[in-house]
């Protein structure tokens, strides 16, 4: 079994319910069993352009799996489509997108995966629900998580719930 970290994200169609729904189709994966989960955080959207988004829910998850990375993108990207994701542009409004941020302590850089995420020692709606989890966790070819969240001493997230289960 490896242990994963997998960001959820969504701003879109009732965003907290978007995540809880997320979560429960994650942990009936076969080969994956649900660990813990965060707190659900509220986040600005990022944007590369100036049009208008409402806040994102975002939270981190911890799971074993027995699946190989690329099957459990392929896993993560079939619920994301179940949800309605549709691609339309980059850091677009969306009703659901699931990173695997951590992958065990492996490095992997293929054409459809980076881990350690590439963005996540830049994203507090990242860092900060994985801390709450994992404050001790090594991200491979970085600074310890504990060093990365200490530059989000003054996030605005703010926690908006918690998944019940």
């Known amino acids: 079994m490896t242990t994963c970290y997998i960001g959820l994200g969504s701003n879109m169609c009732q965003p907290v319910q978007q995540l809880v729904t997320a979560r429960d189709a994650i942990d009936?994966?076969?080969?994956?069993?649900?660990i813990r989960c965060s707190s659900?955080?509220?986040?600005?959207?990022?944007?590369?352009?100036?049009e208008p988004q409402d806040d994102y829910c975002n939270a981190v998850?911890?799971?074993?799996?027995?699946?190989?990375a690329e099957a459990l993108l392929d896993a993560l990207q079939?619920?994301?489509?179940?949800?309605?994701r549709v691609r339309t542009k980059r850091w677009g409004a969306r009703?659901?997108?699931l990173d695997i941020i951590l992958y065990g302590s492996q490095s992997i850089q293929t054409q459809r995966l980076i881990v350690p995420h590439a963005e996540m020692?830049?994203?507090?709606?990242v860092l900060l629900p994985l801390y709450e989890i994992a404050p001790d966790v090594e991200i491979p070819g970085n600074k310890t998580l504990k060093e990365l969240t200490a530059n989000y001493e003054n996030s605005s997230l703010k926690i908006v719930g918690e998944f019940n289960g």
């Open 61 to 68: 998850i911890k799971i074993e799996t027995q699946l190989s």
């Open 95 to 97: 009703t659901l997108d």
């Open 121 to 125: 020692a830049n994203r507090d709606f």
């Open 28 to 34: 009936k994966l076969e080969d994956c069993k649900l």
């Open 78 to 84: 079939r619920i994301e489509n179940n949800q309605g």
């Open 40 to 50: 659900i955080y509220q986040s600005k959207a990022l944007t590369l352009d100036d």
